[in-house]
């Protein structure tokens, strides 16, 4: 989150040149470039987690975040090591990338998997509605740090601030060794499958992982457009203050930690499809309506007004997408299935979505083009909704 809400300010230290549009473009798009890494993270992570249980998958793949974390927080800038900085910036964030190709799955299957019957909606929620939590924070850290720096300290130094508060996370690894336990239907399973046993079943069930990807680029474009790239297209694009940006961005996170537990909780009542269908078509028929109407007239105002709206949708749908991705993997490539689907979504979609809009505004000159982006993205979840089938045999191989 730190890295997408501070883009300007890192494209300033590790990739400087004369032109901010292209020190901002090729901070985006290292930003974009960690996601590239997910698939490879979900296919090798994943495996690990299928085979070794999901509490070693998990303490693995939140140590090597920690290290892509401390690599950025550190690293010198351009003016001091040279073109080392942005190297090494970029391997940070691949490594970032590598151990979140498996986080976001390992998590949902382990939530899934301890949920009491009939619950599984609302304990699946709370992995999304977890992250809500880190925008909020980085949001409020920012709100307070642009309020206590100047902004020449801020593009210096003060970006660092959040990216050292979030080498938090160490002390937690340890504590996570000691009291994380296994899940029951993972001790449970006779077979481990080994990595080759995996990577069959994965081939014989692409159509599942396809209509993954479909389902989950609903999700990432919304999320990333609605968190990661609002300070910069509210500074960048409309011209508002900075500090309004991150109090939109502030009230963003809140927003969805409401809204994706109530929904996951709705999705265990009326069923997931249902909220999948409702939450694709009004995303697609509102959402460049929306864009037009802010940028028409920028302010903070119309600003938050938009992204509650989006944030709104976004939370609904994820609160059923979720669970209902775990639901339609087969049991043994559970984790690795589903992370995959999330990483290939995330890494060809969302994670350029800053890029992509940033981009698309700058060949177009229309400000409110990111809300057809969402709108394309709303219409792939809306197929995937209708091909989904969570009742359907499910191939696997021995």
Request: net charge positive; with cysteine; aromatic share 12%.
């Amino acid at each position: 989150m730190v890295f997408g809400y501070y883009a300007s300010a890192i494209g300033n230290a590790f990739f400087p040149s004369g032109n901010p549009f292209l020190s901002l473009m090729l901070s985006l798009m290292t930003f974009g470039a960690g996601f590239l890494m997910r698939p490879l993270g979900a296919i090798v992570l994943g495996a690990y987690t299928d085979r070794h249980g999901r509490r070693a998958g998990l303490i693995l793949t939140l140590g090597l975040m920690s290290v892509g974390i401390i690599s950025i927080a550190f690293m010198p800038g351009y003016a001091i090591i040279g073109l080392l900085a942005p190297l090494l910036v970029l391997t940070g964030r691949l490594l970032q990338g590598f151990s979140a190709g498996m986080e976001l799955g390992g998590v949902s299957v382990y939530l899934s998997e301890i949920a009491t019957p009939g619950h599984k909606g609302f304990y699946v929620s709370w992995q999304s509605a977890s992250q809500q939590v880190a925008v909020m924070f980085a949001a409020l850290v920012g709100v307070m740090l642009s309020s206590a720096l100047p902004p020449q300290k801020m593009l210096q130094w003060g970006w660092r601030i959040p990216l050292l508060l979030g080498c938090a996370i160490l002390p937690f690894l340890f504590r996570l060794r000691r009291s994380l336990q296994e899940t029951d239907e993972f001790i449970a399973r006779k077979h481990r499958p080994s990595t080759s046993e995996i990577l069959r079943s994965l081939t014989a069930n692409w159509g599942i992982v396809i209509i993954g990807v479909m389902m989950v680029t609903m999700t990432t474009v919304s999320f990333y457009m609605i968190t990661a790239y609002t300070p910069t297209f509210g500074s960048s694009v409309l011209h508002l203050a900075s500090l309004d940006s991150l109090i939109v961005t502030l009230w963003v996170g809140a927003s969805n930690l409401f809204w994706l537990p109530v929904m996951g909780t709705l999705s265990d009542r009326i069923g997931r499809r249902p909220l999948l269908v409702l939450c694709t078509i009004l995303m697609l028929i509102t959402a460049y309506p929306a864009m037009l109407w802010l940028v028409r007239n920028p302010s903070f105002s119309r600003l938050l007004s938009v992204e509650l709206w989006l944030s709104f949708i976004y939370g609904s749908y994820n609160g059923a997408m979720v669970v209902f991705l775990t639901e339609i993997m087969p049991v043994n490539v559970r984790t690795t299935g589903f992370a995959l689907a999330y990483s290939l979504a995330t890494a060809i979609f969302g994670g350029f979505t800053p890029a992509i809009s940033t981009y698309l505004i700058h060949v177009t000159g229309n400000r409110a083009i990111p809300g057809l982006w969402l709108s394309f993205a709303a219409a792939c979840g809306l197929a995937a909704s209708f091909l989904a089938k969570p009742q359907q045999p499910i191939m696997e191989v021995d």
